[in-house]
């Protein structure tokens, strides 16, 4: 039975990574590897039981014989419970992120990156929108940032071939951003979430090797621009739901929103209490004041037809169902006890962090940075040395995959839902983006090891 769980998960690797000329999709791979993996799991669980908990069942049944209802119920609720517990604490996160952006957006707090930006000038606008996604997806989520930051882009530039360099620039910016925040990025929060990492620390460690994985190929990809671009500017921006808050009440919502974002981390270490209470914490706060600020247009029932959060509702629900997935099914392999075995492997003839992570990501490239980055979690537990709190060990994987998942458009959400909107091809993003991104990566990657030898201090 382990040997068909492992064979799904390798089946499931293949057809996330051939996603895009399969059609199908990433979340429903994750959803269907989740769930038929714990079936197959819990259908031989007797043995399964025997060889990872044997103490724990024994002191479960507390005397009881040991049946086939009982074994069931003790995966239950010992076993897979806790699986579901860690895979709902980010989508709940995740959630109540994506919830407090399209509040804001529909308020119309973003207008004020379309009024940064306006400007034909190739450099500015560049700079200025993938500086605007940088910021943003480090403090939101980096999906849905990239998602609106696309829109947003696709409305000024006319030409095709502009859009797809500053839209594979935008996608870059929010991984990059997203990247050295425990808040910006699935692996992060679950990096947090699991005390391997301290959110300062961590932090201040993959800032500058993220900057630099984002800024190198930017100034590439400027080169390929021409220095005026074709746009065209709405004569006045849409504000989400057509709430007419005048310019105080949406900085107002923004601080309340970003502000209250940054502050999780400090909650988080008051109260040892999951990040996600603070986002929804967040999240109430800026539902109040939303209906405060809007009540007069909402009792009146004059509320548009919402354009943008169409988009980013699209993305949320399948990024949502891609990560449960992907951690239940991470989750029932873990339990079969392969992961140890490939961490035993791994130490006996690599045993280098550095050259797995290069591994890590190439990998997420061709599959998905999320998919690889949790795979190599799950190898190991909290321990010592480079596996410690704040270790080497899981800075690494979050940079290498969140970084290595834009070498290629295929291994992130973000990077697919540029080729849906823009019709990239592959072979082009090969040719055009590859390169440069790999570069900014290798160099964001030694400036790691750089910061990791020089001045690691668990």
Known sequence: MTLIIVTMLILAYVLIATGHLTGVNKAAIAMFLGTVGWVVYVSWGADFVADQHPEEYREWLNGALPTSEAVKLFIYNKVFLNYVGRAAAIVMFLLATMSIVEILNNNGCFDFISEWIRTRNSKRLLWSITL??????????????????????????????????????IVLAANSGGSFTVIGDPTGLILWGDGAVTASRFSAYLLIPALLAWVIPTILINRQLPDRLDTAWNPSPYRGDDTRLNRWQRVVMLVVGIGGLWFIPTFHNITKLAPFLGALCVLSVLWVVNEAFNRKLMNADQMA????????QYGAIQQMLFVMGIMLGMGVVTETGVWSDVAVWFDTYIHDIWLMGIGAGLLSAIVDSFTIAIS???????????????????????????????????????????????????????????????????????????????????
């Open 132 to 169: 605007a996604t940088f910021i943003l997806s480090a403090n939101l989520d980096n999906l849905t940032t990239a998602t609106m930051m696309l829109v947003i882009m696709h409305n000024i530039l006319q030409n095709s071939r502009q859009r797809m360099l500053v839209g594979s620039a």
């Open 376 to 458: 190599n979690i799950s190898l190991y537990t909290l321990g010592g040395g480079e596996l410690a709190t704040n270790g080497a060990y899981w800075s690494v994987i979050a940079y290498t995959t969140a970084i290595g998942g834009c070498l290629l458009s295929i291994g992130s959400i973000s990077g697919l839902a540029l080729m849906k909107m823009e019709h990239v091809k592959l072979g082009w993003y090969v040719k055009h983006m590859t390169p440069k991104i790999l570069l900014g990566w290798i160099i964001g990657y030694i400036v790691l090891w750089l910061e990791m030898n020089m001045f690691y201090v668990i």
């Open 305 to 312: 037809q919402r354009r943008i959060p169409r988009a980013l």
